[in-house]
């Protein structure tokens, strides 16, 4: 079945390929994508295009793991409306609603030489930037201490301050910042196999297949658990683990549907044993810590590998893995802040301050390109008995988005409806809910979710099923 190369389709195939072939994929897979639908998300940049590529690129992966035990390759078709909408959020509360998705004082200020974006969801990042601050608690207080600054020294004093900051830049100035010209040289997917161990005997069934393989999810907002919920909804058991005290209660309902979620604290002895024995027990670790975090705790890749020889390992970063920032703390937000995304919506718009994407689309892609890498690494080591680990981060995601804009022509997404939201009502811990209708179809393969959506820390920190 040969992707239908229509003005419409042509930038979801042509960011498709580019994933495919960072994942290592067989160029001509590609090609058995259907993509279809109309109507673009509203920004400068084809993003409705990026969303519905990432989601055919992990629906192509498994896919490929269906065809190579079962010997056919099933269809494969996204619908890029859908896709759009799953790119913001796929969940309907039924006469309940979702908290507010950002802190009060979360967001965009004028300092005295531009703009500068601020990130205080948790706690001790919002204690942070009030520290440098030295002001009241609101928004008002922030704004005119926010002006007394020069937006890089301010930028330079929350990051010092462990808190979460970025300065607006344009896509000139971030091609030419040591970071910027860091992550342009890196791959959009960091893939490397392991040495070989022994084949998986989880089964790999045709409306099932990822049923039986084990999913330690150490991700929080936002791309990991986009990952690890496109893999639980082909039926892979995620056991997701948060420290003590962390909590994402707008995010929750939306992406632990389908998971177990745990608490562990990984600067405990006891808790460093629990994770030691998850690890030993898993199929795939997925994690979003910086680079330097595991390793301080005595987990480094190396660690992982000897505990786990056949660990598909696949890892996330804000800013990249080389260059100055590769341990900086990140959230889409602010990536698109530093990478130039807010400046140029802001220009080519005629807006009067920072205009980012209408979705998170560096985090939502970036996931699900987590997700392809995940069923590729199984892949492999189906075909050979090899692990693997895969490295990617919201910057290069983004570096791969602007490489293209948004034709003046593009057609404006229809507005959502009802109808939109055919998947049954389902219950969460919350409330009745309902979701959009998932956009990828895999012939013979749906996706779909067995464990309600529930707060963080709810299951004990142990697998379910017994190991393959």
Not at 32 to 44: E, Y
Not at 236 to 256: C, K, Y
Not at 414 to 442: F, H, N, Q, Y
Request: with cysteine; hydrophobic share 45%; charged share 20%.
């Amino acid at each position: 079945m040969a992707a239908d190369r229509t003005p419409a389709t042509s930038a979801c195939l042509d960011y498709l390929r580019a994933i495919w072939n960072a994942l290592g994929g067989q160029p001509s897979l590609p090609d058995n994508v259907a993509f279809h639908g109309t109507g673009s998300l509203p920004s400068v940049f084809p993003v409705t295009d990026l969303a519905a590529a990432s989601i055919a690129a992990a629906g192509l992966a498994v896919a490929e793991l269906l065809a190579l035990r079962h010997g056919e390759f099933p269809g494969v078709r996204v619908d890029r409306r859908l896709a759009s909408f799953w790119f913001g959020t796929s969940l309907r509360p039924v006469g309940w609603k979702l908290p507010p998705a950002w802190d009060p004082i979360a967001g965009d200020y004028e300092a005295a030489d531009g703009w500068i974006r601020l990130h205080t969801n948790a706690p001790h990042h919002r204690a942070a930037a009030l520290r440098v601050l030295d002001c009241g608690p609101d928004r008002t207080s922030v704004a005119e201490a926010v002006k007394k600054w020069k937006a890089l020294d301010l930028e330079n004093a929350v990051v010092e301050q462990h808190g979460c900051a970025a300065q607006m830049r344009s896509l000139a100035e971030w091609s030419m910042h040591p970071q910027g010209v860091a992550v342009a040289a890196e791959p959009l997917v960091w893939r490397v196999a392991a040495p070989a161990a022994d084949k998986p005997s989880w089964p790999v069934s045709r409306d099932r297949p990822l049923e039986g393989l084990r999913v330690l999810d150490m991700t929080r907002v936002l791309a990991g658990p986009v990952a690890t919920r496109f893999l639980a909804g082909y039926g892979a058991e995620v056991l997701r683990l948060d420290p003590p005290g962390w909590d994402e209660p707008s995010l929750a309902p939306e992406l632990t549907v389908g998971k177990r979620c745990a608490r562990l604290d990984l600067r405990s002895t006891e808790g460093r044993r629990t994770f030691r024995q998850l690890l030993r027990d898993a199929d795939v670790l997925v994690h979003g810590y910086r680079p330097d975090a595991l390793p301080a705790l005595g987990f480094d890749a190396e660690q992982r590998r000897r505990i786990n020889p056949a660990l598909v390992d696949v890892s996330l970063d804000a800013y990249g893995w080389t260059g100055p920032w590769k341990t900086r703390r990140g959230f889409d937000s602010l990536v698109q802040m530093s990478c130039g995304i807010a400046d140029a919506g802001m220009r080519q718009l005629g807006q009067p301050k920072p205009t980012p994407l209408p979705v998170q689309a560096l985090d939502h892609a970036t996931g699900y390109m987590m997700a392809a890498a995940v069923v590729r690494g199984l892949v492999d080591r189906v075909r050979s008995g090899t692990g693997g680990e895969a490295r990617a981060s919201l910057a290069r995601t983004a570096a791969l988005l602007v490489q293209r804009t948004q034709p003046d022509d593009a057609d404006a997404l229809a507005p959502e409806t009802r109808e939109d939201c055919t998947m049954p009502s389902e219950t969460t811990a919350w409330g009745r809910a309902r979701r959009v209708k998932v956009p990828l179809e895999i012939a013979g393969a749906d996706m779909a979710w067995c464990i309600p959506a529930g707060p963080l820390g709810a299951s004990p920190a142990a697998w379910a099923t017994a190991g393959g």
